[in-house]
């Protein structure tokens, strides 16, 4: 069983739409939760980190963390043709080593 | 404030050849970790060093090693390289203290083994 899963997508949404990005995690130990966005050929970049079970928002972003349903989630609102990217998924439980999903390809349609 | 840097950008190599990357991390951060990304993969957990010496390592054989230096950089090297070893190469660096928190990224080294 992968460690972290993803849909892989591709994910389209209409400029301006929500785009709902979706992670489930195997390791009821994990305490740490992020999301990247990597665009093609670069590097991956933090958009988020959640710690705890809720909501956190930072701009047009939302995660959302259910440790219960091991489920993490990454809202975009207001989409826009730059937020097209791959976005990866990590989890951590003892900060040695994050283990990533394959992450999610987004395009955002003008 | 330099990020981290990663040496060289790319790489292109033969197999059964051995290669050596090079990382700096984030000023101030102490641990340096390797991840290596195939196309379309998320990147697979190498191994992690702190205060010079391997604290954790993933699913990888011995072919891959590396080495920490007192100024905190760090080295990947492949040995008896494989075709499969074609990658980008991330090395990230955090700090000890708060190895839970986000990961900084460096921009990566593409391999090609032909």
């Known amino acids: 069983q992968k460690e972290v899963e993803q849909n892989s997508g591709p994910l389209s949404v209409p400029e301006g739409a929500i785009a709902s990005l979706n992670c489930t995690y195997s390791?009821?130990?994990?305490?740490?939760f992020f999301w990247y966005r990597q665009y093609s050929g670069k590097s991956p970049e933090l958009i988020m980190s959640?710690?705890?079970?809720g909501d956190k928002e930072d701009g047009r972003f939302t995660a959302q963390l259910n440790k219960a349903s091991q489920y993490v989630s990454l809202l975009i609102r207001d989409s826009q043709p730059s937020d097209s990217a791959t976005y990866l998924c990590?989890?951590?439980?003892?900060?040695?080593?994050?283990?990533f999903g394959t992450g999610t390809s987004l395009t955002v349609i003008p | 404030d330099a990020g981290v840097t990663q040496s060289p950008t790319h790489l292109i190599k033969t197999r059964g050849q051995q290669v050596t990357l090079r990382c700096s991390p984030k000023?101030?951060?102490?641990?340096v970790s390797w991840y290596q990304q195939a196309l379309g993969q998320g990147p697979q957990f190498i191994f992690q060093?702190?205060?010079?010496?391997?604290?954790q390592r993933g699913n990888f054989p011995d072919r891959f090693s590396g080495h920490q230096f007192p100024n905190y950089s760090s080295e990947l090297n492949v040995n008896a390289l494989l075709l499969g070893d074609s990658a980008l190469y991330l090395c990230?660096?955090?700090?000890?203290?708060?190895?839970?928190?986000?990961?900084?990224f460096g921009s990566g080294t593409q391999l090609s083994v032909l």
């Open positions: 990230a660096s955090s700090l000890e203290w708060a190895r839970n928190e986000k990961l900084f």
């Open positions: 000023s101030g951060h102490d641990t």
């Open positions: 959640i710690y705890s079970n």
């Open positions: 390791d009821r130990g994990s305490q740490s």
């Open positions: 060093y702190y205060e010079e010496e391997e604290r």
């Open positions: 990590a989890v951590s439980n003892t900060g040695n080593q994050f283990y």
